[in-house]
């Protein structure tokens, strides 16, 4: 595996740790009907997306580099 492989994989794991933490610990809504959430939300969006697009860019330079052969 090449490192930008396991480095979106990383940031994908932790997109899914943040988003667990986010569920389990901070996210409630109140007697209002209000959501209380922390900066894990914003940050397992974050993690997950940087770590799809990084994917995203290996499964690009793998297909360019076979159209090259």
């Known amino acids: 595996m090449s490192k ?3 480095t ?3 940031f994908i794991t932790l997109g ?3 988003g667990f933490i986010q569920n389990t610990y901070y996210g409630y809504i109140d007697a209002d ?7 894990f ?4 969006f974050l993690f997950a997306g940087l770590g799809l697009l990084i994917l ?4 690009v330079i793998i297909f360019a580099h076979k ?3």
Request: zero cysteines.
């Open 4 to 6: 930008l492989a396991i």
């Open 8 to 10: 979106g994989i990383i």
């Open 16 to 18: 899914i740790i943040s």
């Open 33 to 39: 009907g209000v959501l209380h959430d922390s900066l």
């Open 41 to 44: 939300l914003p940050l397992a």
């Open 56 to 59: 995203l860019i290996k499964a």
């Open 67 to 69: 159209l090259a052969k």
